[in-house]
């Protein structure tokens, strides 16, 4: 048609590049004025290129209702191997007979896996503040199973043990449920 401007090519593959990319980085949990300097366009832009992004998920997950069952269950998973990797990397970093930059690279390697899952729970939704909670509830909790164990005989520790299970039995059945995301 007269008149009607023809897209430039190069023009259009460039912005549909950087929006892939803004993708990968709103994946990573990167912030709009982070992928904007990356990508060296304005915060408007990536406003748009968000909000696209986030209707393509919404979609994705209306078109797939199994699709966040599995988003959950890898990123439970996800979590589990970071907790084993953590666990393992802190053992061999307390071996005996290391040298200091050896410790230091378990320890790194401890850390970072510490940071990946706390990003993981992060992303379920799971705050720091939650898994604080969770922290307290389980320092509490060996607390008194110490004092149970040190100051009451047999017969009182397991009265008092019947009264906490019948008593705090859903309240149990939440803690668990978060311990399986949140346990260190």
């Known amino acids: 048609m007269p008149g ?3 897209p430039n090519p190069n023009r259009v593959r460039g912005i549909r590049q950087r929006k892939e990319q803004a993708a990968i980085y709103f994946r990573r949990g990167w912030t709009n004025a982070e992928v904007a300097r990356s990508l060296g366009v ?3 832009t990536v406003a748009r290129y968000r909000a696209e992004y986030e209707e393509q998920l919404r979609n994705e997950a209306a078109s797939q209702p199994g699709l966040l069952r599995d ?3 890898n990123a439970v998973e996800s979590i589990r191997a970071l907790d084993d990797l953590r666990a393992e990397a802190w053992d061999s970093a307390t071996k005996e007979g290391l040298n200091e930059a050896t410790k ?3 320890l790194g390697i401890a ?3 510490e940071r990946q899952r706390a990003d993981v729970l992060g992303l379920l939704g799971v705050k720091s503040d939650t898994t604080a909670l969770y922290a307290r509830i389980k320092a509490q909790q060996e607390r008194l199973i110490e004092f149970m164990t040190n ?3 047999e017969d009182d520790r397991r009265m008092l043990e019947s009264f906490l299970v019948e008593s705090f039995a859903d309240d149990l059945e939440q803690i668990t449920d978060l311990a399986g995301l949140a346990s260190t």
């Open 151 to 153: 100051h009451l005989c």
């Open 42 to 44: 304005g915060a408007d």
């Open 104 to 106: 230091a690279t378990f």
């Open 111 to 113: 850390l970072k896996a």
């Open 71 to 73: 988003v959950i269950k």
């Open 4 to 6: 009607q401007r023809i």
